[in-house]
């Protein structure tokens, strides 16, 4: 299959890779000529923050697949994972508060990781369902797929605990003929040949404050992660967006004008911008504000009226309001946990 343009334009952090060089070492496969052979030096592994073309990250993956050939590939990458080769992203996966405000940030700021995949949270009261959608027609091998659903898995069990399981869990391959690697791993029922990789959780497991979390950690490490996707790309309008709001939040919200004056454009243009993104100025105002109100309730220095001010409220009752709609609970009950 050839890479299409937006494959040929895309890249990958490269640090996660060390998973899978770990899971071939635990198979008793020798990893360097595998990465060799998909045109990556080993040595670069070494190297922070590096990237490689998506196109590169799918060769990797398909050289690895036939290299193996084993279905359960992708469960022993998810294995090894830790949360520390994914930049500040994994460190303030480990130091969020809850799994909600872990897997919001990880939604966010997803192409920090790669460009070939994005990440989907529908919440309803009662579930949350957390969708992986590939930004391309370029199909990588079905381990991959794997991963990303067991690596959420892994990453929710070294916050929350092992006892943490889905409710139910999607993936893309056809049932193998041996299914027990995966009935240990999710302890779910799995739905096979599904169109996309997707976890089905329990709300409340992602409302229960982590034994984990460290809102000073999470706040330093997500501007990094912010700071990073904004060198990756300057052209990134809702990157360049949610960086203005943020900054700009303790004094107000700021118009969508104001910010477009800023970035040195129309408004109709920045709308624009938005809208091919598949977002809004609103979306990106609620979403931060959002973001940072969980930061600031986890921080016990804070009243409930100054996270409402540091958020760009001038009322706590207006806060509130806001709060409740995000979240269906009222600020008070979520610092309580």
């Given at each position: ?110 192409r920090v990781l790669s460009e070939l ?42 916050a929350y605990g092992d006892s943490f ?159 409740r709609r995000w979240t269906g609970r ?8």
């Amino acid at each position: 299959m050839n890479d299409s343009s937006d494959v040929a334009a895309s890249t990958a952090l490269l640090s996660p890779a060390i998973n899978l060089w770990r899971a071939l070492e635990a198979r008793r496969i020798d990893p360097a000529p595998i990465f060799r052979a998909a045109g990556i030096d080993p040595a670069a592994l070494a190297e922070p923050g590096r990237r490689v073309p998506s196109r590169t990250a799918l060769r990797l993956q398909r050289v690895a697949d036939e290299a193996v050939g084993d279905p359960a590939l992708g469960l022993d990458v998810a294995r090894q994972m830790q949360g520390t080769a994914m930049h500040a992203l994994g460190y303030a996966w480990l130091a969020s508060g809850t799994l909600g405000e872990a897997f919001r940030r990880l939604a966010r700021y997803a192409r920090v990781l790669s460009e070939l995949w994005s990440m989907r949270i529908e919440e309803t009261p009662s579930e949350v369902r957390i969708a992986f959608e590939f930004t391309t027609d370029v199909r990588p091998p079905p381990w991959l797929y794997d991963w990303l659903a067991a690596g959420a898995v892994r990453l929710s069990r070294l916050a929350y605990g092992d006892s943490f399981a889905p409710l139910e869990v999607a993936l893309v391959r056809p049932a193998p003929s041996d299914l027990a690697p995966f009935a240990e791993w999710f302890r779910a029922p799995i739905r096979w040949t599904a169109p996309q990789a997707s976890l089905l959780c329990r709300a409340e497991d992602f409302a229960r404050p982590l034994p984990t979390g460290n809102p000073e950690v999470a706040a330093a490490t997500e501007r990094l992660a912010l700071d990073y996707l904004a060198g990756l790309d300057r052209n990134d309008t809702v990157t360049q967006v949610r960086s203005r709001v943020r900054a700009s939040l303790p004094t107000g919200v700021p118009s969508q004008t104001e910010v477009a004056r800023a970035l040195a454009l129309s408004p109709r243009t920045l709308a624009r911008r938005l809208e091919e993104a598949g977002t809004s100025f609103t979306a990106l105002v609620d979403e931060t504000r959002r973001a940072l109100a969980e930061q600031y309730l986890r921080r016990t220095e804070y009243s409930v009226a100054e996270v409402a001010y540091l958020v760009g409220f001038a009322e706590a009752s207006s806060f509130n309001r806001a709060f409740r709609r995000w979240t269906g609970r009222a600020p008070g009950d979520a610092r309580r946990g």
